[in-house]
């Protein structure tokens, strides 16, 4: 054993292609490691950050491993060495451990090598003058050695051994190549259950090289946690790694154990026939020759056709396809789902999802052919008959590269196919199959060829099937990761297979985006058939295979005739490479690199004197605006009539666009209906500057008329989503605005250009004049609104208010639109064709308001959930708040390039991936379009009849006030138990997201940035005080907040302070510490229950006996305990039998007794009498606390 793997040891030190592979292997590590920023609160070099590194590098390796692991054996029989091995006195399991070793070793050596190149990379990012990467901790060498160990050793050994167990009993590389797949595949089907709070755990056991589980396991870690806690070699992580270690062990114990020479040395081909004495030769054929052009078609069509139906009919192949097809019905049932509710089978949605699948799959499958067909007779040892064939280089290559294509077309039905089927399957026949054929042929299919291409001429251009498969997985995968990491671009022109941003709609199709996705697909074609020319140029036909010998043969084939065709295919290349620039970098701009953190930096160190100098505000805006869909064009004029509201004079007018569009003019400004002219034009940041024929007086009021347009040009790389053939959606930022403001939050970008650290974005509650801005646009208080919206015909235009009138003229629909009550300079405007589902609601004062859902005639299924979720809204906060101010509620359907909905005056914009497509027949858990859409009719109240001021934490008020508001009505609707899965996503989605803040994690009444915070730590925190507080009590202290700060009639706005104060009023005295941890601290629970039994009584009641265990800690902005509390708290505990289901088969808790105990820290014991025997006896059973782990808050009675 010695011998052997001290001779496999330095067999492989001696090749060439080993150090190759530790080179490559280092050269990723070390890009990946320099380059690697954090765009949260982390340190670059955090354990986390290390892991996340270094762990994924073994999923890139898998070809070095099948390399240097899954031909030890097979090369002895490929170089006829094997029986002269087995003539040898050595043991079976000697020949095999030696192998097995010295290939091991190797591969420890390359991963040694890669943490080594990660050290390195590391080390020049920490002295590197780059702060906007992140900040450094100190070195750490226990960071780099537990993955190494953890992950990348033992993800070596079971990728090892599993390749040398399937060469030494297949003796094919075409097995390793699916044992290698389906690995991959395990690994992306465990990350589609991350997702799942249900089926979470499932990703610990899938995902075989550990990824999952580390993520499973630091899911809920503070910045603090992740900067100082190491790999856990514990829990889930630890049980991952022992179960693929020891599925790694089997597959080498078989291969020690069941090794055999004598099977090794079979063929494995069918038994060779007897040979038949009375066979008699017949006479040599005469056969004529002839070299014309049509038999060099048939040739080519004969080789082509044999070379196709080699792939087709391989076993791996077919494997490989119904591999795919399970793997992509998976993945588009555990992906099309929201909240646990499935979304309809719509053929948008299937395309989308089987390209995760199925089309990865694909790739992979041509990838890997690509390697086959350049060294298939080499590998099998009839290249030397096969070359000598009276066939052209160019039938040899073409055949093969023809092949490929046509694998690349049956692969792209396939992907068609199995969409369809799957419809089918759940008996949705709505299929979309122009949308099929238009995605699959103008998306899919440019991609398997493109792929298809550069993997052949890479195989080509290396001679090396496993250094080919690398180059092409690094150029597929790694390409774009270095181009994002290292220069920041998002440019398709250098991104391979880089495409201008799209989306698919049911409203909009594909819109106007595939004009630019033609050209930028024909631009990498062209660019992929030039390697594909050179690659003929080097193609290896008999035994002339050095360098040497290959740039030679390579000069005599550039004959006059392929210097034509490539000259031909350049300059096609080069015009449509020119025209692509021309779109996307003259007449638009790439956003590449730091061009827009660069012109941010750059205003605000030039204009930073201008924020909070005085302005005009607005008092009244008649806004005409005129959308040409068609054109993706749009013309508007605002009439503005303003005020100075401060004490000084102003002389100067600043007007900044803000439209998303660079194409948008400023055509014309008027003040008191006289033309003005910018004094000052900065076309860079789009500023113009205007001075005022005299100077605006204290509270002097003023009319401003701005004309502005913009059209579209070309082809951008952006989504261009404002004006689009049929779902524009334009808001306030069509107008410019009044004031300076800064844009650059992240301290490392400020620290990178010179500006000073922000600790807060907003000023504090204590500037006087912050509390005279809203939040939303400091250039108005409350405004009187309106707006005469212009369109096509054949669409209907929306905007904030009630209908006023309408008319049509010139082939274009008016619509006039005014609100009845004034709002905040907040407003909309849609369009599209739009079918109306239409009711009302009564108003406690007997007012009838209108509800409206305008929406697409494609989606009538969930209309009815919305129209619930808007009355149950507007009767709840009418009836709790204030009275709904106008007549006229409605709900506008815009196309899926986002998954949102944003409340405007009376008008609420709603995605339509968000609710109008879900199937609520199938939920599991809430409905949330129901709770949405209350969270958005809310809005109402929490955000325009109560706008917050531009302070630090003020924005609670708007979010956390209207997702309480939904939660409330949800309350209403379902009952307690309707929304015990929302807490249980809350709390999961604040846990998960505290690791992912930029700035340090603030209290609630701090917060100015994290969703996490706002919805859903808010919402929980504002759910508890209701239930421990009292709903009435709550609600009657926000009705007191309302009135005193509603349509900013005190004169400043309110601030999260003046919320706290108001619920912290209304709080007994034993519960004022339930508001003060909510709003002012951070606060974890760790609350579970210990122990349950229970005992039947002679009287037929059941006593049980229950002991829970709680403990509160407080935490500080980095996730650091603070300290432990010592004082008791008040919480929910509770008996229960067997969940129940409802009407629509959702499981509900079943509480045989529910009672709120003070509880002191540590263990709590507690006796309760039942009539019926409980099942589960729990803390905080419907998690609304905020406890890190929920899972241990129930447990079953035991008797």
């Known amino acids: 054993m010695k011998e052997i793997f001290s001779f496999e040891l330095l067999y492989r030190l001696r090749r060439p292609a080993t150090w190759i592979y530790m080179g490559l292997g280092m050269l990723m590590a070390g890009l990946l490691s320099y380059f690697q920023q954090s765009s949260t609160a982390q340190y670059v070099n955090s354990p986390n950050h290390i892991a996340e590194i270094i762990g994924p590098i073994s999923i890139f390796c898998i070809f070095f491993y099948a390399a240097i692991m899954g031909v030890p054996i097979y090369r002895d029989q490929d170089h006829k060495t094997a029986q002269t091995y087995f003539t040898f006195p050595i043991k079976q399991k000697s020949y095999v451990l030696g192998r097995f070793l010295g290939s091991f070793t190797i591969v420890t050596l390359l991963n040694f090598c890669i943490v080594l190149a990660a050290i390195i990379g590391v080390t020049m990012g920490m002295y590197a003058d780059r702060p906007d990467y ?112 020891s599925i790694g062990f089997i597959f080498f114990i078989i291969t020690f154990l069941r090794f055999d020479y004598k099977k090794f040395l079979s063929s494995g081909n069918r038994a060779q026939k007897t040979r038949d004495d009375n066979y008699i030769p017949s006479g040599i054929i005469s056969i004529k020759q002839a070299f014309t052009k049509e038999t060099s078609r048939q040739n080519l069509f004969s080789l082509s056709k044999i070379e196709f139906l080699s792939i087709l009919r391989d076993p791996v192949f077919i494997i490989l396809l119904v591999i795919g097809v399970i793997t992509s019905i998976i993945i588009i049932y555990s992906n099309n789902e929201t909240y646990g509710t499935p979304n309809l089978p719509i053929t948008r949605f299937i395309i989308d999802n089987i390209s995760i699948g199925i089309t990865l799959l694909s790739i992979i499958i041509l990838i890997i052919y690509s390697g086959e067909a350049v060294h298939r007779t080499r590998k099998n040892k009839t290249f030397v008959f096969y ?115 799209f989306f698919i709609s049911d409203l909009n199709g594909f819109g106007h985006y595939l004009t630019g996705i033609a050209w930028l697909k024909l631009y990498w074609i062209l660019f992929t058939l030039i390697l594909m020319l050179i690659g003929k140029l080097f193609w290896v036909r008999g035994f002339f295979t050095t360098a040497k010998e290959r740039f030679t043969l390579a000069k005599q084939r550039f004959n006059s005739k392929m210097i034509t065709v490539v000259s031909i295919t350049i300059l096609a290349f080069v015009s449509v490479a020119s025209y692509s620039y021309y779109n996307l970098k003259i007449i638009n701009t790439i956003e590449d690199g730091e061009y827009y953190n660069e012109i941010e930096a750059d205003a605000e160190k030039k204009y930073s ?76 940041y789009r500023m113009y500057f205007y001075r005022l024929p005299k100077p605006m007086q204290p509270d002097e009021r003023a009319e401003l008329t701005i004309t502005v347009s913009a059209k579209t040009k070309g082809f951008a790389n952006a989504l261009e989503t404002q004006v689009l053939n049929n779902g524009t959606f334009l808001n306030g930022n069509i107008f410019p605005r009044f004031h300076y403001d800064i844009s650059l939050s992240d301290n490392g970008i400020r620290k990178k250009y010179g500006l000073k650290k922000l600790d807060y974005l907003l000023p504090p509650r204590t500037d006087t004049t912050a509390l005279k801005k ?142 109008f497509v879900a199937d609520f027949e ?50 209403k609707e379902y009952g307690e138990n309707g929304i ?116 039947q009584l002679e009287n037929g009641t059941y006593e049980t006996t229950f002991i829970v265990d709680s403990k509160k800690i407080y935490y500080d902005d980095k996730g650091k305990e603070k300290r432990t509390d010592d004082t008791t708290n008040y919480i929910e505990i509770g008996l229960f039998g067997e969940d129940i289901v409802d009407d629509q088969d959702v499981p509900l808790k079943n509480p045989y007794y529910l009672e709120r105990k003070w509880l002191k820290p540590g263990e709590n014991k507690f006796t309760v009498i039942t009539d019926k025997k409980p099942e589960k006896a729990g803390i905080d059973p419907y998690n609304k606390l905020i406890d890190r782990n929920s899972n241990d808050n129930l447990k079953r009675v035991e008797e």
């Open 134 to 245: 992140g900040d450094y901790d100190k070195f750490s060498l226990l960071s780099y050695l537990l993955p190494f160990i953890f992950i990348l050793q033992i993800n070596a050994f079971l990728i090892g051994s599993l390749f040398f167990c399937l060469m030494a009993f297949f003796k094919k590389m075409s097995i390793i190549y699916l044992g290698g797949i389906c690995l991959l595949l395990l690994y992306s089907l465990a990350g589609n259950f991350t997702g799942d709070i249900d089926y979470q755990w499932l990703s610990v056991y899938l995902d075989p090289f550990g990824g999952e589980a580390w993520s499973f396991v630091k899911k809920y870690w503070s910045i603090n946690e992740l900067n100082t806690n190491q790999l856990p070699i514990q829990g889930k992580f630890l049980l991952n790694r022992m179960l693929w270690l």
């Open 774 to 915: 809203n939040l939303f646009n400091e250039d108005a208080n409350y405004i009187n609104f309106e707006a005469i919206v212009s369109t096509s015909d054949d669409q209907i235009a929306l905007a904030p208010g009630k209908l006023v009138n309408e008319w049509k003229e010139n082939d274009r629909a008016y619509y006039h639109y005014k609100l009845e009550s004034q709002t905040d300079l907040f407003f909309n405007v849609v369009s599209a064709r739009y079918d109306i589902e239409k009711s009302s609601w009564i108003a406690p004062s007997g007012k009838k308001v209108a509800i409206e859902v305008y929406h697409s005639s494609k989606h009538k299924r969930n209309l009815q959930y919305f129209v619930d979720g808007i009355k149950v809204a507007l009767d709840y906060c009418s009836k709790n708040f204030y009275e709904y101010p106008n007549s006229i509620i409605r709900i506008v359907e815009f196309p899926a390039y986002a998954t949102f909905a944003q409340s405007f005056a009376t008008t609420i914009p709603y995605s339509e991936n968000f609710g």
């Open 387 to 501: 070359d000598a064939l009276p066939i052209s280089n160019q039938n040899l290559y073409l055949s093969k590269v023809l092949s490929l294509i046509g694998i690349s077309v049956v692969l792209t039905f396939i992907n068609i196919l199995i969409g369809i089927l799957y419809q089918v399957f759940l008996g949705y026949f709505d299929f979309d199959l122009g949308m099929y054929l238009t995605y699959n042929f103008m998306l899919v299919f440019p991609n398997f060829l493109m792929t298809t291409l550069l993997a052949f001429f890479i195989h080509v251009l290396v001679n090396n099937k496993f250094l080919g498969h690398f180059i092409v997985v690094l150029i597929y995968i790694g390409s774009p990761l270095l181009i994002t990491l290292a220069f920041k671009s998002s440019n398709p022109l250098i991104r391979f297979r880089g495409s201008t941003p």
């Open 980 to 1095: 015990k899965n929302f807490l249980k996503y809350s709390l999961d989605e604040y846990l998960r997201s505290r690791a992912f803040s930029f700035k340090p994690e603030r209290s609630l009444i701090n917060v100015e940035t994290g969703q996490h915070i706002w919805y859903r730590k808010g919402s929980m925190i504002m759910y508890e005080l209701q239930d421990i507080i009292g709903e009435e009590r709550v609600n009657e202290a926000l009705k007191e907040f309302l009135e005193e700060y509603k349509n900013f009639e005190k004169g400043v706005y309110a601030t999260s302070e003046d919320l706290y104060r108001a619920i912290y009023e209304a709080a007994p005295d034993s519960l004022k510490y339930a508001v003060d941890d909510g709003f002012k601290e951070i606060v974890l629970y760790e609350n579970r229950i210990k122990e349950a039994t229970t005992l």
């Open 922 to 971: 199938k939920a599991e858990d809430f409905n949330y379009a129901f709770r949405v859409t209350a969270h958005e009719v809310a809005h109402q109240w929490w955000g325009h009849l109560v706008t917050p001021s531009k302070t630090s934490g003020a924005n609670i008020i708007s979010e956390t006030l209207a997702e309480y508001s939904s939660l409330m009505t949800m309350k």
């Open 609 to 684: 004197r201008l924020i909070n100098k005085p302005h005009p505000q607005v008092t009244d805006l008649k806004a005409y605006i005129d959308v040409f869909p068609a054109e993706r064009a749009v013309a508007a004029k605002g009439e503005f009539r303003i005020i100075n509201n401060y004490k000084t004079a102003i002389d100067t007018l600043l007007l900044e666009l803000q439209y998303g569009s660079e194409h948008m003019v400023l055509e014309k400004v008027l003040y008191n209906h006289r033309e003005i002219k910018a004094s000052v034009v900065d076309s860079t």
